[in-house]
Nanobody
């Protein structure tokens, strides 16, 4: 059974850093496209970053490019989202999701399986 578990969220001051982890079981992160999404209260869930299964190609939305880094450790079956220079507008519930097909997208539809999420709050 495919399962995703996020961790690493918390409260951080503006300008600070957090690293989120998404650990998968029942599948190989090397063979699966993984996306990070976030959802703030009253807003749509939006794609933040994604790493494709083939070649490990990564993508980011404009607002996080140069601040966030997605990576994967296949030995640990984990995908990370390193978040630097955090802003208040980055506050949201963050989810990782798996797409059994080999492409990234910024909308949730193509992603088959989801973790339970982890809260990120950026506040002074």
């Amino acid at each position: 059974q495919l399962r995703l578990v996020e961790s690493g969220g918390g409260l951080v001051q503006p300008g600070g850093s957090l690293t989120l982890s998404c650990t998968g079981s029942g599948f190989s992160v090397a063979d699966t496209t993984i996306g990070w999404f976030r959802q703030a209260p009253g807003k749509e869930r939006e794609g933040v970053s994604c790493i494709r299964s083939t070649g490990g190609t990564v993508t980011y939305i404009t607002s996080v490019r140069d601040r966030f880094t997605i990576s994967r450790d296949t030995a640990k079956s984990t995908v990370y989202l390193q978040m630097n220079s955090l802003k208040q507008e980055d506050s949201a519930f963050y989810y990782c999701a798996a797409n059994s097909r080999d492409f990234c997208d910024y909308v949730p539809g193509p992603f088959d399986s989801w973790g339970q999420g982890t809260q990120v709050t950026v506040s002074s």
